[in-house]
């Protein structure tokens, strides 16, 4: 692979609740479920993304996100798997879908969101990494980014394999397309071939019609349990059997196939080949638990989303909102973020600074294990909901969004601002924006990195320091060629 493998589709908030049923709800005849746990993970193309991570692969999903809480968590799952998230902007909601379980079955399933928005454009950056992808993977779930029409010329004009995982609601694959992996359904749905022949007759019909209707290289038909029927070269269809055969939670399958056969092309591996191996790992992705035993620990272990506290100004949901109104009127979207612990004058001086550059400020504030994670079991000396409430009162600040990685990269990847700021050393010969770890993720959507000026001599470091009876080595000058001296302090 010369290239990071692409995923490109719409991405869901699927969450699984598990319970138990030991009565009927009193004022009508259905079972009343007590949640013992819960699960969210990405589904759709993001799940498909996070499969292929998970296989060592590089990967980069381009998806849409909304402003809102669920935008958020996808944004930690994602980033927490490995991918890479370039993030089209999305009006409305993200689309939610909520299973709820009972010993291991589905009792219901409730799905949230809305109507589909219309996804807004591209950054160059998100053209130029389709052009340079190993593979493209596509996979539509009928919510618009399929339809995006500067995503279709660029997926049109890859030299790269593309793989389309198709959906009855959304567009025809482009022109050209290496693979086609609809399931039965969908390849019926998408060509209406009439019912009356034999299952393998109504595959074959159903995948030469979409194969001559697209144009693509090959299409194959996925037959649940059964394995896969191939079309490609010539009129008689290859039968891939599944190598094991197993009942349970065939959620996301579908996901497995495409994202086993996509990183096998993306390998060099022969059409044929990567059907063979895709029907392999769906199979054995059922036979070992399905979902919940397949994602990666990582996903498991992500934090929630701090959704709000202390108050109206702190959380997702609140920093969501303030973006969607600024970026409505048009607005400039600037975001920094830190430690903050003991607030003190010079991150007053970066916060006033940074707010001057646009038209709202939202601050990404370090989780209190977060900042023990980068500093020491011994910090941070104020609580999270303390720093958070101190930040949120500051008029310069409009909106603050805890976050529990050790950078801020999922954050930044849901919030998408137009301008990322730091001060401090980064400021004064210490280091320059274009280094920032940060600007990496703000090219994605053409975001800058800047840097402010910092008031010299405050650090939270010193302070606590000082407040210990503590000596520290500190800098008499500024950057790198800064004299040292020790300094006792009180």
């Not at 994670?373 to 930040?391: A, E, F, H, M, N």
């Not at 600040?397 to 301008?419: G, K, M, N, Q, Y």
């Amino acid at each position: 692979m010369t290239g990071p493998l692409v995923v490109v589709g719409d991405t869901l908030l699927d969450r699984d609740v598990e319970g138990v049923v030991n009565r009927l709800c009193p004022d009508s005849p259905v079972p009343v479920l007590d949640e013992t746990t819960h699960a969210d993970r990405p589904g759709g193309a993001g799940l498909a993304a996070v499969f292929a991570a998970a296989q060592g692969a590089e990967v980069a999903l381009v998806t849409a996100l909304a402003d809102d809480a669920a935008g958020a968590r996808l944004a930690t799952l994602l980033t927490a798997a490995g991918v890479r998230v370039y993030a089209l902007p999305l009006p409305g909601a993200t689309a939610e879908k909520i299973r709820l379980r009972a010993r291991g079955r589905v009792l219901l399933r409730h799905d949230r969101g809305g109507p589909a928005g219309v996804p807004g454009e591209p950054h160059e950056a998100v053209l130029r990494l389709l052009a340079e992808a190993s593979a493209v993977l596509v996979s539509d779930y009928g919510r618009g980014v399929a339809r995006q029409p500067a995503l279709r010329a660029a997926l049109a004009a890859t030299r790269a394999p593309v793989v389309w995982d198709p959906h009855p609601r959304g567009p025809a694959a482009v022109p050209g397309v290496t693979l086609a992996t609809p399931n039965e359904p969908e390849a019926r749905e998408l060509t209406k071939v009439p019912a009356g022949e034999s299952r393998l007759a109504t595959a074959a019909r159903g995948a030469q019609g979409l194969r001559e209707r697209w144009r693509a290289g090959a299409v194959a038909v996925t037959l649940g349990g059964d394995g896969a029927l191939l079309c490609h070269a010539g009129t008689t269809p290859l039968v891939v059997s599944a190598p094991v055969t197993a009942e349970g939670d065939t959620c996301g399958a579908g996901d497995r196939f495409a994202s086993a056969a996509t990183l096998a092309l993306a390998r060099g591996a022969l059409v044929s080949e990567a059907v063979q191996q895709a029907v392999a790992e769906a199979s054995a992705y059922v036979a070992g638990g399905g979902v919940a035993a397949a994602l990666p620990r990582s996903v498991h272990t992500a934090p929630p989303v701090v959704l709000a506290g202390g108050g109206e100004r702190i959380g997702a949901a609140a920093a969501g909102a303030v973006v969607a109104e600024v970026r409505a009127a048009g607005g400039t979207v600037v975001a920094t973020g830190g430690c903050f612990d003991l607030l003190h004058a010079g991150h007053v001086a970066t916060l006033q600074a940074a707010r001057q550059l646009g038209d709202c400020l939202v601050v990404c504030l370090n989780s209190d294990a977060s900042v023990a994670g980068l500093k020491g079991p011994d910090r941070p000396v104020v609580s999270q909901g303390d720093r958070s409430r101190l930040l949120a009162a500051l008029s310069c600040v409009d909106a603050v969004l805890v976050f529990d990685e050790p950078t801020p990269h999922a954050a930044l990847s849901w919030l998408r601002p137009d301008i990322w700021v730091k001060g401090g050393d980064y400021a004064t010969g210490g280091g320059d924006g274009s280094a920032l770890p940060e600007a990496e993720v703000l090219r994605r959507w053409g975001g800058q990195t800047v840097v402010v000026p910092y008031l010299h001599g405050r650090s939270t470091t010193d302070m606590i320091a000082a407040a210990r009876g503590e000596r520290r080595v500190v800098p008499t000058g500024t950057g790198r060629a800064a004299r040292l001296k020790t300094e006792g302090t009180r």
